[in-house]
Structure formats: C-alpha cells, structure tokens
C-alpha cells in the first residue's frame, strides 16, 4: 500500500477526565469514511502522541486499528525514544493489524544522518508491513537529507516520504533520486506552502491536519494531479480554504484543531498538558471562519 491522496493526522479524543476516549475514536473513523478521506495517520504529532503512556499507545493501536479494519487504511506512528523501542511498538502495530507506520525521528536526540538512516532501516527490516518516513525537523531538530530519503526508497517497504520542511529544493531531489520507489506527501502548514508545488512536481497527496475540520475539500484537494481539472480543483480549493488553514496552525498542534473539532460537535476534548486550550478570543474567531466558511453548517452534525 503507497497512501495517496489525503491522509489525516487525527487527533486523540479525551473524555472530561483526561482519558483516551475510545468511544469518540470510532466516531472520528466514521467521519472520515463517510466523508471520503483516503487514510488515517494515528498517533502522529496531531495525535499528541509523546503525551500518551506506552499502555495508551497499545490500546489505542487495538481498538482503533480493529474499528478501521476493511472499513479505511491506517498507518500508526510508532516513534519511541530510541530505536529499540519503535521497533517493539512497531511489531506491536503490525500484530494489531496497521497497514503501515509512520515514522519520524526519535526527537531531542539529534542523531547524525548516517544514525537516521540505521534506526529507519532497523525498524522497516523488522517487519514485512509498509513504512512512511516523516521529515519533521522543526519538531525534532533534525532534517532528513534528501540522500538518505533516496537510501531508504531502496528498502521494499519503504513506501512514502510525508515531508514538512520549508525547502522546496528538497522535494524535487527526492522525486528525481527516488524515482517512483515511493509516493511524495506534504504537510498542509501554510507557511511552507507545499501543497502546489508538491503535486507540482509529481506528488502523490498530502498527510494534512485540515482534513480534521474539511475532510471532503481536502480529498479533493490532495488528489494527484493527472489533469489540468487536477490542477484547477487544487488551486481554487487551497486559496478558499487558505484563511482556514492558517487558523488551523495559529497555535501548537493540535491545540486550534482540537478547539475546531470541538465547535463541530465532534470528539476530541482538551489537548493534555503541557498543552493548553486555545484562547477564548481566538476560539470565537476561529467559530466565526468554520460560519463564514460555510463548514459549521456543512459539518456540524456530523459529530453529534
């Protein structure tokens, strides 16, 4: 499996109390497959995935990989601190039934490149289930140099490269080293604007945050570009949802996607401290663009 199109970063719903609500997952995944979303990225920076307890991680990995089973693909971030550690969880995922990982480096750590390219070869070699790099530096303070993406492209199930990195050049290194070895996604932080350019030059979709909020305008923004239609949908859609997408990125994620999902009806709850709540000025404009944009009407049953 090579994801394509639009891969949503969920979020991990809390109850009142403070706890995983599994109830609200299955939700979340229905949403996405009543509204077209091409996957599921579970657990990744959306997912607060370094404030869950490696207990959490596991059940989450049960119940919600079970509850997606044949019904729309999941990849599971499985990031540990250390190698040792992602390998464990990532065996873990691909017993629960993942249709892949998605991995990014270990963060604080800072390894050199060469140490990059080991701990991603390590855990891909340990298990038979798909791999998506995820290049993250301004999360964990390292970059994932084109030359070692185009490395690991050379591993059979290492299938896709989500990059969220402000270098456009990037991008069109790995096309033209990797090839078709693995599909090309984007991030849809507006202020490293990668979404045209990566369909551009070739790439397959976005793994976005968006889609939390817009599921079917991202679907059909992220779509690959085949047609000059493919390239007209994408740009009228990104410059009308461009004032979301801002919003969406005005705090740490997923603190604005979270307080969005909310005003939608649909699960999410608090981001878990250290994180705190948007600001109740910012909660009242973002309420004011889901209105004026047209998704709170179109949306806002869907959780209810």
């Known amino acids: 499996m090579r994801p394509e199109g639009s891969w949503v970063a969920i979020a991990t719903p809390f109850t009142e109390e403070g706890e ?85 480096v270990p963060p604080y750590a800072q390894p050199p490149q060469e140490g990059v390219y080991e701990h991603f070869k390590a855990v891909a070699e340990a298990v038979d289930i798909p791999v998506a790099l995820y290049n993250n530096p301004s999360r964990v303070g390292v970059n994932i140099d084109p030359e070692t993406i185009i490395r690991l492209a050379e591993l059979p199930n290492v299938v896709a490269d989500k990059e969220a990195m402000g270098d456009i050049d990037q991008l069109a290194k790995v096309v033209m080293g990797a090839g078709d070895k693995i599909n090309l996604l984007c991030c849809d932080y507006p202020g490293y604007g990668l979404i045209l ?27 690959p570009w085949r047609t000059w239609e493919d390239m007209e949908r994408t740009r009228r859609l990104y410059f009308q949802f461009l004032p979301l997408l801002r919003a969406l990125y005005s705090a740490s994620n997923p603190i604005a996607v979270k307080a969005a999902m909310r005003a939608l009806g649909l699960p999410a709850g608090l981001p878990r401290r250290p994180l705190s709540d948007l600001p109740a000025t910012k909660q009242e404009s973002l309420i004011r663009l889901l209105e004026e944009l047209g998704v709170r009407e179109k949306y806002g049953r869907a959780g209810g």
């Not at 997952?25 to 997912?47: A, I, K, P, Q």
């Not at 945050?209 to 059909?220: D, F, L, Y």
């Open 20 to 104: 995983v609500d599994f109830w609200g997952f299955e939700r979340l995944v229905d949403f996405h497959v009543e509204n077209g979303s091409d996957g599921l990225l579970l657990m990744g920076s959306t997912g607060e995935a370094t404030l869950l307890s490696m207990e959490e991680r596991r059940a989450i990995l049960d119940r919600v990989l079970a509850y997606a089973k044949g019904r729309i693909p999941v990849f599971a971030g499985t990031t540990c601190s250390n190698t040792k550690e992602t390998i464990g969880l990532t065996e873990y995922a691909a017993r629960a039934g993942a249709d892949g990982v998605l991995l990014v």
């Open 197 to 223: 350019p990566t369909l551009a030059l070739g790439g397959h979709g976005t793994a976005n945050i968006a889609g939390n909020i817009i599921p079917q305008e991202m679907a059909a923004l992220s779509r």
